[in-house]
């Protein structure tokens, strides 16, 4: 598979709206629709106000309670007397004013979106590229935890730039040349310190839930990112905002905003401001949707925006406090009891950092053990599967015998072959060699291995699984409509490296997957020979001249309440030259011929081989895919090309068309891909 760096486009520099802006022009790519506009609400009349908090009160159950309710109400409140210095926060503020005044040579090696880097820079959002509106904002986040790991990556002394004045910011913002300040210096007590507001914050929040006061001073709070946010003086913030509405995906941020007011949360349908309070060097404290998941509801995330200021540039600096990756993030179990009943299905930290922000609230939805179709698994009616479980059409998937003993034709077997390659796309093979005890013992396997406990799947997951890149040791989630559904990935070529990284649970994973990889990869290999020969092309011409390498997915598919609104996995073509099926004794793939949607019925001993593939599904299968390696180059056979035959695709390189597919599916284009490359 293509590197995964290879998924982030480069954002460059000229994008950063403190590089173009002139403050006089906004353009329409950062005008909002008129319904999240601010309009003239930029400073809110509105009665409301966000509870302020003394933390230096002594009476500690008034202190409790007063957390407790303003999480309850707002998701959101300010804290005052947190006991970070005014002198820190004046540094800190001095510092970060400062990062975002420097020449553009000094800073341009942060540049990048990709979240897994300890520091970047970007504009607007790390989805720029995807996103329809941008944001009026740049953008700074170090990630600060552990401290010590990660300040080597911050950005070093500014003042070592500041006297290359051949490419400024924009130099009505530039500073005093002569005054010394790190990056370093300052942000890092600052972390500490709010780091330090942070905890004592979730212990209070924890003891107004009658939780144990540490129940989230674990894994659910050990991610700590500092945004920074600068958001230049706009032509006309009416139109236009800093930040979207929004929630973060943290358990609470905190967030220092300097002296210019711009902080806005939504609350009964409002939007309320949340403005510096003089002389008290305030935090904004916001709940974020794991705070809301573990209490099961009884905490509310504080939805918020940040709109812009014409006269004067605002930053602000957001501490997130996070769950880390691999954390399971489900409601606590001591909240939960007959009349509580958990509102959260579980997941994974990781596997929610993934889904993109419109669909948080989707991800984060009522799903309980198929006792319900949450309204985020529910289909368009034109895609849904309706009724047609057991699809009524008489037509079927051709089932093919490749190892006939006595009656064994090849050439009726490619005539077979070739027939349903060009009808359906897929054909199902039985008599195919490989072993009914191993695909029975397979099946056993797998099945077994997702009844894992949570505590013990959690270790296969993996982070590195950016844009759907193969690794080899992957447990994820699909981050889509169809989220329920549980992918492992296993990488199998070269089998002998890979196989060290498998589960080694169940006690015999490994032996049988690998001798059923071997196994199923030779069967694919023959299937593949017959093809070419079908083709007119020599029998081991795709194996040549493709670089192939198989991998395995296994897809778990939990029982549906109402399977009729909602797929396993919606329908798609599959990356690779042929994909190889096993679907057990549960019936669910889908091939579309002809416009209709056709069952492949199961065949406890059978495989379905999909060419092309257009499959939906539901239960547990695995598939071998047999794929490219990313610098393969692709092109229409030479042998089958000819003048009466022009080539209909040109040649690319498999990682082409694997970030193409990326892309394709980032921006929820729905026509094939393979478009992209054909010539017309
Ligand atoms: C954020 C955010 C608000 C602000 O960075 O997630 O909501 O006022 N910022 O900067
Ligand atoms: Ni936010």
Redesign the pocket.
């Known amino acids: 598979m293509p590197n995964a760096t290879l998924c982030f486009q480069f954002i460059d520099m000229e994008k950063f709206v403190s590089v173009w802006s002139d403050g006089k022009t906004l353009p329409e790519s950062y005008i909002f629709p008129p319904e999240h506009r601010p309009g003239d609400l930029i400073v809110p009349s509105s009665i409301h106000s966000v509870p302020i908090i003394d933390l230096e009160l002594d009476d500690h159950a008034h202190l409790v309670s007063q957390v407790f309710e303003a999480s309850q109400d707002y998701g959101c409140f300010q804290v005052i007397n947190h006991g970070v210095s005014r002198t820190l926060m004046d540094e800190a503020r001095r510092v970060i004013q400062e990062f975002f005044q420097l020449p553009i040579e000094g800073v341009s090696k942060f540049l990048s979106n990709d979240d897994n880097q300890k520091c970047i820079l970007y504009t607007s959002s790390p989805e720029y590229y995807n996103e329809g509106v941008h944001c009026w904002r740049d953008v700074l986040r170090v990630k600060c935890a552990p401290l010590e790991e990660c300040m080597p990556f911050w950005p070093d002394k500014p003042a070592k730039y500041r006297y290359n004045l051949t490419y400024n910011w924009p130099p009505h913002l530039y500073g005093d040349p002569f005054e010394i300040h790190s990056m370093e210096r300052s942000p890092h007590k600052y972390v500490t310190k709010v780091n330090e507001v942070g905890s004592r914050l979730l212990e209070l929040m924890c003891e107004g839930l009658g939780l144990d006061p540490k129940y989230i001073a674990n894994e659910l709070s050990l991610e700590h990112n500092l945004t920074i946010n600068h958001y230049p003086a706009c032509p006309d913030p009416r139109l236009t905002l800093g930040?979207g509405k929004?929630?973060?995906k943290t358990v609470i941020?905190i967030l220092m905003q300097g002296d210019v007011p711009g902080f806005q949360v939504f609350k009964d349908g409002e939007w309320v401001g949340v403005d510096p309070i003089p002389d008290c060097d305030a935090l904004v404290v916001?709940l974020g949707y794991i705070s809301q998941i573990v209490s099961n509801g009884k905490l509310r995330n504080g939805d918020?925006r940040a709109v812009t200021n014409a006269k004067v540039a605002r930053q602000s600096a957001?501490l997130f406090i996070q769950p880390t990756p691999n954390c399971y993030i489900e409601p606590a179990k001591p909240l939960l009891n007959a009349e509580n009943p958990p509102l959260y299905r579980g997941f994974w930290f990781h596997e929610y950092l993934r889904a993109h922000a419109e669909d948080t609230e989707k991800f984060i939805s009522l799903w309980l053990d198929g006792k319900i179709v949450p309204e985020s698994c529910i289909f368009p009616p034109d895609q849904r599967r309706g009724d047609l479980i057991v699809p009524k059409s008489g037509d079927s998937v051709p089932v093919i015998g490749m190892r006939k003993a006595k009656t064994y034709d090849p050439a009726h077997l490619i005539h077979q072959i070739m027939q349903a390659s060009q009808e359906y796309g897929c054909f199902q093979v039985i008599n195919h060699g490989v072993p009914t005890r191993l695909m029975d013992e397979v099946r056993d396997i797998f099945k077994e291995f997702f009844e894992l406990p949570v505590e013990d799947l959690s270790r296969y997951c993996s982070t590195d699984d950016k844009g759907n890149a193969f690794c080899t040791r992957a447990l994820s989630t699909m981050t889509t409509k169809s989220f329920t559904t549980r992918r492992m990935f296993l990488k199998c070529a070269p089998l002998e490296e890979c196989v060290p990284s498998w589960p080694e649970r169940p006690a015999k994973f490994r032996d049988v997957i690998a001798e059923y990889a071997v196994k199923v990869n030779e069967m694919g290999s023959s299937v593949m020979k017959l093809i070419c020969k079908g083709l007119g092309l020599e029998p081991k011409y795709l194996a040549k001249e493709l670089s192939l390498e198989p991998n395995l997915v296994v897809n778990h598919y939990p029982t549906c309440a109402d399977p009729r609104p909602t797929l396993g996995i919606s329908k798609h073509s599959d990356r690779s030259v042929i994909t190889i099926l096993m679907q057990g004794d549960v019936p669910g793939l889908q091939v579309l011929k002809d416009r209709e949607w056709i069952g492949v019925e199961s065949i406890p001993d059978g495989f379905a081989i999909l060419l092309g593939n257009m499959s939906q599904a539901s239960r547990q299968s695995s598939a071998l895919f047999i794929l490219p390696t990313p610098d393969c180059f692709i092109e229409p056979a030479k042998p089958l090309v000819h003048a009466e035959n022009p080539p209909l695709y040109r040649g690319f390189r498999f990682h082409e068309y694997f970030l193409a597919h990326t892309e394709a599916r980032r921006a929820k284009f729905s026509g094939s891909v393979l478009k992209t490359f054909r010539i017309n």
Request: proline share 0%; glycine share 0%.
């Open positions: 930040v929004h929630s973060d941020t916001n918020h957001a």
